[in-house]
């Protein structure tokens, strides 16, 4: 009964190890929500190009694209984070392969999510070999989002003024922290 006892014992805690720190273990990157700015520092193996005192910055290639890495932290917590996908293209739809290169590999992720085109002008509409003009134009903005235990989760493909921007931005979702778009603003 006592070897039952520890064998059944050493099962549960190694399945309890495995499951926490298997390879869906960090909320984002090599970090978790709450994570000292210390913490998040030594996650990266480089040292950031930006680190004051509610934000560090890293350059990073991500799915094969140049990319910031932000972590922004607030009394010395980790409480948003995400890329600042650095994208540049003569043909304007690029942009939105761009875009469903990142969401497809955030839907293998994290599943299903949900995808929104956002027209602000309906003009191009209707072509959608222009759709990439619209996002440039700010016409059209991509969106999609992910809920998980911890985190809200947002992709977002936006331009203005004939510049892309294609940005994902994490959040927890256990924070105080009521008003994820303005703070998505500081990432």
């Not at 969401?103 to 992720?109: D, F, L, P, R, V």
Request: proline share 2%.
């Amino acid at each position: 009964m006592r070897k039952l006892f520890f064998v059944f014992s050493l099962l549960i805690l190694l399945l309890g190890t495995s499951y926490s720190f298997g390879k869906d273990a960090f909320v984002f990157r090599k970090v978790n929500w709450g994570m000292t700015k210390a913490q998040i520092l030594k996650s990266e193996k480089t040292k950031p190009m930006k680190n004051s005192a509610d934000l560090i910055v890293y350059k990073d290639k991500v799915l094969g694209i140049d990319s910031y890495v932000m972590y922004s932290v607030e009394n010395n917590s980790l409480d948003g984070c995400g890329y600042i996908f650095n994208v540049k293209h003569t043909t304007p739809n690029l942009y939105i392969d761009d875009f469903y290169t990142v969401y497809n590999s955030m839907q293998a992720k994290y599943g299903e999510g949900k995808l929104d085109y956002k027209w602000k002008d309906t003009t191009f509409q209707n072509y959608p070999d222009n759709y990439g003009i619209a996002i440039l134009s700010g016409a059209l903005e991509l969106r999609a989002s992910w809920e998980t235990d911890a985190s809200h989760i947002s992709l977002i493909l936006s331009g203005d003024n004939y510049n892309a921007n294609l940005t994902s931005h994490y959040f927890d979702k256990n924070s105080n922290n009521s008003n994820k778009d303005s703070d998505a603003d500081k990432l």
